[in-house]
């Protein structure tokens, strides 16, 4: 029996709101991370690993930054004659043109696209969280069921629940589904991974598309899983493995920190399943003999001769000998000069910390939670204090 034949559909068209500064001049999915890589390459990855080659990256907002990343997916294999990466963008002519208000929306507009290709399972992924997953696997599970949609969900407690869907499950059904709830029933929640029936997802959007008229759809989580939950066609593949969502800055920082942790959270050179990205091929890191580094991820290109610890520095990044880098992370080409202090903060690409400045410091070597968040091409005064007190 021939496989069935997959289509991987990543969501990344958002904004990116919560990651603030981080997105004012990139896709959420571009955004860096871990110093070499980039937030898409997790879904691409784990597309690479499953043997899925036919993948469509829906692009919306600063998609340049998105796809010079990408360029022809040679990094996931998927620089194919057949098949391969398709980039999807808005679009004018037919019914279904223009800018999409949502994941429901995005999947609504490119409906006929999807009919066209005739998949067997429609996998569809967002590009904002850290994670492995065998996404074949999780094709196989779902045909076998007979469901019209597998939510992969982990359990992220009660605290954050509320930020996701939740979800109550009885052996393996899904059997309530509640989006962004003020007061979750569950920490259960869906990871923003679905594997749905191909027809059956594409006609309820029709009728829900219909319904809704120039309103437009919005969110997956707004209608369609409601209906499908409710009409018994839900089921779950429980995720207990390493998850983390990065579409918060705080998020973004921890995350960073769970790579230094030992183990870490998450190993993105396993040898079992890697985490491709595009390499610069850029000379090794060059660490100064006044440099003090001690648990800290340092890319190529990079130029140590400061004190760092407990922080992860992307490839050009410059620390001055003198200069203090603690529990943070450093995007390419930050610069900070000598005897500057950076601690829990975010430095954004090609920002200039000067002489003296303090960024995130308040004198409390006990900090927790993200201090600052530095804009790209940011440049800070020698001697200033960032935020300073007028900032909000």
């Not at 004012?24 to 080659?53: E, Q, Y």
């Not at 407990?310 to 930050?334: C, Y």
């Not at 400045?357 to 001697?383: E, Y």
């Amino acid at each position: 029996m021939s496989p069935p034949r997959t289509l991987v559909l990543v969501l990344a068209g958002g904004a990116g709101g919560r990651l603030d500064l981080l997105t004012k001049h990139r896709a959420k999915p571009a955004v860096p991370f871990g110093g070499t890589h980039r937030l898409i390459d997790f879904p691409l990855s784990n597309c690479l690993h499953a043997g899925v080659t036919d993948v469509w990256v829906v692009e919306q907002f600063n998609p340049v930054s998105l796809n010079d990343h990408l360029n022809n997916g040679r990094p996931w294999d998927l620089d194919r004659t057949t098949g391969g990466l398709l980039m999807l963008h808005p679009h004018r002519g037919g019914d279904r043109e223009g800018w999409h208000q949502g994941t429901a929306d995005a999947l609504w507009r490119q409906a006929t696209l999807i009919r066209q290709f005739g998949p067997d399972a429609l996998v569809v992924v967002s590009a904002d969280a850290v994670y492995r997953l065998d996404y074949e696997r999780v094709v196989a599970e779902h045909r076998e069921s007979g469901a019209t949609v597998t939510m992969v969900t982990t359990d992220v407690g009660l605290d954050d629940a509320g930020r996701y869907g939740v979800v109550e499950v009885s052996e393996g059904r899904v059997t309530s589904y509640a989006y962004k709830p003020d007061d979750p029933s569950s920490s259960l929640v869906c990871n923003e991974v679905f594997v749905f029936d191909p027809p059956s997802v594409l006609d309820l959007l029709d009728e829900l598309g219909e319904a809704a008229g120039d309103d437009g759809l919005e969110d997956l989580g707004d209608d369609v899983l409601p209906r499908v939950v409710a009409e018994g066609g839900a089921r779950e593949h429980r995720m207990t493995s390493y998850w983390r969502d990065v579409g918060t800055v705080d998020a973004y920082l921890e995350s960073h920190l769970d790579l230094l942790a030992d183990p870490p959270g998450i190993d993105l050179d396993d040898e079992s399943w890697p985490i491709r990205t595009r390499g610069d091929r850029l000379a090794a890191a060059r660490l100064l003999p006044t440099c003090d580094l001690h648990d800290a991820l340092v890319a190529p290109g990079a130029v140590i001769g400061g004190t760092v610890s407990r922080s992860v520095l992307s490839s050009g990044v410059i620390v001055e000998a003198g200069a203090t880098v603690r529990d943070s992370v450093l995007l390419p080409g930050a610069h900070v000069a000598a005897g500057a202090y950076v601690v829990r903060s975010v430095i954004d690409d090609e920002v200039k910390v000067g002489r003296g400045a303090h960024v995130g410091d308040d004198g409390d070597v006990t900090l927790v939670g993200l201090r600052a968040c530095v804009p790209d091409g940011a440049v800070l005064p020698a001697g200033s204090r960032y935020p300073d007190d007028d900032d909000d």
